[in-house]
């Protein structure tokens, strides 16, 4: 089954310690990217990639890392996670070839105390 | 900076009703916009994508228009259901950067 993959789902952590959310994708999509979504801002891009070892800054790019090393996987690395980077992440990938429509991951419920 | 804006925030109608859901941007300059669904809780569901050369789409009992030169999309659903209850999102793709950017959402809700 094609789909976007996230792990963990659900994730409660403290302040400053280094995370990491995978994201993977089996439709060998050239083009995945990141969004945070949170109550009356909507989604917002984090990060995205256009290719293997090519990656551009979002909208809200600040607090976030992320590396491109191989097709399938698109992990968001929060090396000093803060409160205010509680929020819902979601995953997504796109192929050019079929002009770029975009297929999300069920998405990453991350909380910072 | 691509700002994206749908109108309205919230919609009720009773079944049967035709919908009308409105996306409005900034900036012409875009690659293709695209039409999600999401339920409370879930992800985002792709419905319809448009590219810029388009003028509209269709899927079902869904239709969706673009006018690029004057920032607009509408998405019609035909005799709405009370499974159609969603949040739909607009995002518009940029033809210069490959960012997207969504609209807030329009929370439909459908009375039985």
């Known amino acids: 089954e094609a789909q976007v993959t996230q792990n963990p789902r659900y994730l409660i952590t403290v302040t400053g310690k280094k995370l990491t959310v995978t994201c993977s994708q089996n439709?060998?999509?050239?083009?995945m990217s990141w969004y945070r979504q949170d109550p009356g801002l909507g989604l917002r891009q984090i990060y995205y990639?256009?290719?293997?070892?090519?990656?551009d800054k979002g909208d809200v790019p600040e607090g976030y890392k992320v590396s491109r090393k191989e097709k399938r996987n698109f992990p968001l690395i929060l090396e000093s996670p803060s409160p205010n980077q509680t929020s819902l992440y979601f995953c997504?990938?796109?192929?050019?070839?079929?002009?770029?429509?975009?297929?999300f991951g069920p998405g990453t419920r991350l909380t910072v105390t | 900076k691509q700002e994206v804006t749908q109108i309205p925030a919230a919609l009720s109608v009773p079944e049967g009703e035709n919908l009308v859901l409105n996306c409005s941007f900034t900036?012409?300059?875009?690659?293709?916009l695209q039409w999600f669904r999401q339920d409370p809780g879930k992800g985002l569901t792709s419905l319809l994508l448009?590219?810029?050369?388009?003028r509209e789409q269709t899927s079902g009992r869904l239709n969706a228009s673009l006018d690029k030169s004057s920032g607009r999309s509408t998405l019609y659903i035909a005799a709405s259901q009370p499974g159609d209850s969603a949040t739909y999102l607009c995002?518009?793709?940029?033809?210069?950067?490959?960012?997207?950017?969504f609209g807030a959402g329009t929370t439909v809700t459908v009375r039985a």
């Open positions: 997504a990938s796109a192929s050019g070839g079929i002009g770029y429509e975009q297929y």
């Open positions: 439709m060998n999509h050239e083009y």
């Open positions: 990639s256009m290719n293997v070892e090519v990656t």
């Open positions: 900036d012409s300059a875009i690659y293709n």
């Open positions: 448009i590219q810029s050369s388009q």
């Open positions: 995002a518009v793709r940029g033809s210069n950067d490959y960012k997207l950017s």
